[in-house]
């Protein structure tokens, strides 16, 4: 495989991704821009564009790319990107690391990837584009991660539809670790990440085959390149990495949700080395709302599936990067 392997950054939303993905940031040879939200989409509308070998089909993708909003964050100019994606290998995978490479070219880099917590739940979609991509997985508490994600005006998922969606999270994690394998997938966790930025970051860099850099530790020299100022829910990127919200849930937690928190997530928290506080059983009706949240989530395996039996029947072109 090439040294210069996709990196894909991945966690619960709140888990810090943003400020693991500025950490990668400051390394002289990666870029990882902010987040680009036009992959999972584009991989599940993938059949409107029709065969890719078609240079007129390409460029209507390119367009499709060029035209989301989250593209303008990229501060790319649209026009050389989309001749780009139009002069280059007929797949979706190609177009979409053409925009990711020229967003590392920007700034004198080779290596890039893309960060984005819903790539957690689409890790089949991620693999099938890239094959070659390393995903690097954050962990954080799931009572902490909850918390915080509950006071996002963005979230659109109540408290029982959070935990399960955490739990969920980890699931795909542990899928990913079995069968990607300790080349292809490393996880972080959160804790460490902040208490000991250096120790995790040369951990991580020997995984992705590179060099440590100590610029790596102080994300908050590349925050006003690397995170747009509309989104001012990642603020605490534009200062030092410290541990302040570790343990927070304590204060920003009813006892009823962290009772839950603790029943709901106990093996999968255990796992990862958490305490759990010894909250009491959470009464029964906050149990059973849980549970229907859970029910309701999306069967990952089967759409995974579903999604390789289509593309082996050839109602599309190959999707997976030829770059």
Known sequence: MSPDRPIFVVGFPRSGTTMLQLMLHAHPRIAIPPESRFVISGYQQRRQFGDL???????????WIVSKKTFRDLRLDASEVTEEIVAGPPTLGSAFGIVFRSYARRFGKARWGDKRPAYLHALHIITSLFPDAQIVHLVRDGRDAVASVMEMTWNTRDFYQSVAAWNEGVDHGRWAARTLGPDSYHEIRYEHLVADPAAELKQLCAFLGEEFDPAMTEPATVASVAVPKRKAWHERTHGSVDSAR????????EPWQIALCEDAMGSRLRGFGYQLSGAPKPALEHRLRYLRAAARNPVVRPKRALDR???????????????
């Open 309 to 323: 039996f289509l593309e082996r029947l050839g109602g599309a072109a190959s999707v997976a990067s030829q770059l």
């Open 53 to 63: 070998r078609d240079p007129a089909r390409r460029r209507a993708l390119a367009k």
């Open 246 to 253: 570790v343990s927070s849930y304590q204060q920003r937690l």
